[in-house]
T-cell receptor, first 110, second 112 residues
Framework: DTAVSQTPKYLVTQMGNDKSIKCEQNLGHDTMYWYKQDSKKFLKIMFS???????INETVPNRFSPKSPDKAHLNLHINSLELGDSAVYFC?????????FGPGTRLTVL | QKEVEQNSGPLSVPEGAIASLNCTYS??????FFWYRQYSGKSPELIMS????GDKEDGRFTAQLNKASQYVSLLIRDSQPSDSATYLC????????????FGAGTRLFVKA
């Protein structure tokens, strides 16, 4: 019954590595998002996709590349991980503004 | 200038009291407004949305919107310890738009 799911829940990796986070929603929503929540708990939008099309790219380094193979999935690939990428990454979906969040992926870069 | 501002708190209220959380936003043309609750280590969860001036009530929660003054507030009546969480105010420039801007959140503690 999970509405928005993400994998993995935890990700610990070394600087310079490449990693991916997957997101799936079964709500039938058209719009999906990636957010980054840093240690100060500030939730900042990174990307927004509507019907598989990129709508918002909030000055995120190009090391971050989202991919939406279909409306229900939005994945995030990160190249050359840096210490500052350590954060919790949330996927969300919406239909009309109200957003539903996944459980989050806690990324730790060592 | 921050686009959505909230007092970071913590706001501490005794059990049974009314908790009042406030938020101001900078884009005068904003159309839709949301309150999310986030427990420690969990994801944000939508608790209220409001689109027009005035009050909107849902159980113990009341959202209040004043577009002229550019503020939105959340009242929690009969506060319970289980209400202890961070409350995020979120604003969308357009109804159904794709970009929602979140405030930094207000931490609420309800003392038993």
């Amino acid at each position: 019954d999970t509405a928005v799911s993400q994998t993995p829940k935890y990700l610990v990796t070394q600087m310079g590595n490449d990693k991916s986070i997957k997101c799936e929603q079964n709500l039938g929503h058209d719009t999906m998002y990636w957010y980054k929540q840093d240690s100060k708990k500030f939730l900042k939008i990174m990307f927004s996709y509507n019907n598989k099309e990129l709508i918002i790219n909030e000055t995120v380094p190009n090391r971050f590349s989202p991919k939406s193979p279909d409306k229900a999935h939005l994945n995030l690939h990160i190249n050359s991980l840096e210490l500052g990428d350590s954060a919790v990454y949330f996927c969300a979906s919406s239909q009309g503004g109200e957003q539903f969040f996944g459980p989050g992926t806690r990324l730790t870069v060592l | 200038q921050k686009e959505v501002e909230q007092n970071s708190g913590p706001l501490s209220v005794p059990e049974g009291a009314i908790a009042s959380l406030n938020c101001t936003y900078s884009d005068r043309g904003s159309q839709s407004f949301f309150w999310y609750r986030q427990y420690s280590g969990k994801s944000p969860e939508l608790i209220m949305s409001i689109y027009s001036n005035g009050d909107k009530e849902d159980g113990r929660f009341t959202a209040q919107l004043n577009k002229a003054s550019q503020y939105v507030s959340l009242l929690i009546r009969d506060s319970q310890p289980s209400d202890s969480a961070t409350y995020l105010c979120a604003v969308n420039p357009y109804t159904g738009g794709f970009k929602t801007i979140f405030g930094a959140g207000t931490r609420l503690f309800v003392k038993a």
